[in-house]
Every structure is written in structure tokens, then in C-alpha cells.
């Protein structure tokens, strides 16, 4: 069965860095983009970035463009969301969710359980 | 990459009908308006329970339905039971390869 597992998350200071990983197993890992959606505590969904199956082709919200990275390691069937220079609105779960589908026709078919980023002094 | 907009809350009686409603623009769901549609009870991930606009996956009840009209998509709820109770976000795809969910809407069933 599809399964996708984050870990990576933790307690850090504004302004410092944090990889948050994400584990695929039970599909062909390359065929699948995966999408980083991130939820503050008690509040709604928001995308973050994806990374393509072709593992080139990236993009990110603006509220991350430039501190954010996505990347994978097909070795590992693993992909990561490098997260740079943290800012307290960056507190949030950040899951990691499948891509089924391209572009306007795309949606998100499994997700992880999430893991939990808090940026604080 | 405005969220797009759904009520705050809404709720029904078991056996009843509800709409939820999510609105954008014409730069995400009156242009591409293949909406999807997700369920999130406390404490867990989000399901997804409606894609490309009307479809729904494998196992989801035949209960939930969705459309769209304009600028506005819509996911209906027919026969709620207790288990419907919980959190629905739509997404649009908003171009440029970004996404935008809307802000959520927490179903209570009475």
C-alpha cells in the first residue's frame, strides 16, 4: 500500500535551517511528483512546493520562493524540503502528498501523517 | 495566491443535505475549475474525496458530489451521518504550477 512518511521536524531559531524528509514506499517512486502542503496550528491548508516526477522541474509558493528547496534521492525513494532561513510564520505541520495527476488536473491522492516545524527563540 | 474562500463553518442534521461552497477567481478555479476537494478529521492528514472537479476515488461514498459555475466550486454532502463531521478544503490549481486551498470549512452534524 502507498505510504509516505515525514520526519525531520523539530524546534529551531528564526533564521536557521531545517530538512524535513519524506519516505515513499509502496509505488514506483520515480513516477510520482510529491507536493509539501503545510498547516499552522489551528489553521487551514497551504501548498508549498512540488517537485515533478522528473525531479527537475520545481515551484513554490511565494510566501517560500528563495528559502525553500525541494529535492529527492531515488536511492532512498526519499524526498526532502530544505528549509532555509525560518521565520516564525513558518510554524506549521508540513506533510508531504503525492501527485496523481498534471497540472490543472492534478490533486493530492495520499498524504503522510505530517511533521512539525516550530520556529522559535 | 489568495486562498480561496469558503465559510468558516457549517452544519446539518443526520439524513440532511449540505453545500459547501468555494470561490476564487478567474485566475485559479473559473479558469482551470478542476477542483478537488479534501476531508481532514482532527488530528489527522487530510483524504481526499473529490479531484478533477466531480470525480471520486476509490472507497469514497457516493454521498459526496461536487461542482462548479463560474468562479465557484461546490461539494455537496447528501445523508449526513456523524462521520461526516470534520474539516473540507477545496484546492485549484492557480497556474504557473502553483496551488491554492481554500480556507476551510468545519462541518458539524447536529
Known amino acids: 500500500q502507498v505510504q509516505l512518511v515525514e520526519s525531520g521536524g523539530g524546534v529551531v531559531q528564526p533564521g536557521r535551517s531545517l530538512r524535513l524528509s519524506c519516505a515513499a514506499s509502496?509505488?514506483?517512486?520515480?513516477?510520482?511528483?510529491i507536493h509539501w502542503v503545510r498547516q499552522a496550528p489551528g489553521k487551514g491548508l497551504e501548498w508549498v512546493a512540488v517537485?515533478?516526477?522528473?525531479?527537475?522541474?520545481?515551484y513554490y509558493a511565494d510566501s517560500v520562493k528563495g528559502r525553500f528547496t525541494v529535492s529527492r534521492d531515488n536511492s532512498r525513494n526519499t524526498h526532502y524540503l530544505q528549509m532555509n532561513s525560518l521565520r516564525a510564520e513558518d510554524t506549521a505541520l508540513y506533510y508531504c502528498?503525492?501527485?496523481?495527476?498534471?497540472?490543472?488536473?492534478?490533486?493530492?491522492?495520499?498524504w503522510g501523517q505530517g511533521t512539525l516545524v516550530s520556529v522559535s527563540s | 495566491q489568495s486562498a480561496l474562500t469558503q465559510p468558516a463553518s457549517g452544519s446539518g442534521s443526520p439524513g440532511q443535505s449540505i453545500t459547501i461552497s468555494c470561490t476564487g477567481t478567474?485566475?485559479?478555479?473559473?479558469?482551470?475549475?478542476?477542483v478537488s476537494w479534501y476531508q481532514q478529521h482532527p488530528g489527522k492528514a487530510p483524504k481526499l474525496i473529490i479531484y478533477?472537479?466531480?470525480k471520486r476515488p476509490s472507497g469514497v461514498s457516493n454521498r459526496f458530489s461536487a461542482s462548479k459555475s463560474g468562479n465557484t466550486a461546490s461539494l455537496t454532502i447528501s445523508g449526513l451521518q456523524t462521520e461526516d463531521e470534520a474539516d473540507y478544503y477545496c484546492?485549484?490549481?492557480?497556474?504557473?504550477?502553483?496551488?491554492?486551498f481554500g480556507g476551510g470549512t468545519k462541518l458539524t452534524v447536529l
Open positions: 502528498a503525492r501527485a496523481d495527476g498534471h497540472l490543472e488536473k492534478d490533486h493530492f491522492d495520499y
Open positions: 509502496g509505488f514506483t517512486f520515480i513516477n510520482y511528483g
Open positions: 517537485l515533478w516526477s522528473d525531479g527537475r522541474n520545481n
Open positions: 478533477e472537479g466531480s
Open positions: 478567474s485566475s485559479d478555479v473559473g479558469t482551470y475549475g478542476l
Open positions: 484546492c485549484s490549481y492557480a497556474g504557473g504550477s502553483t496551488w491554492v
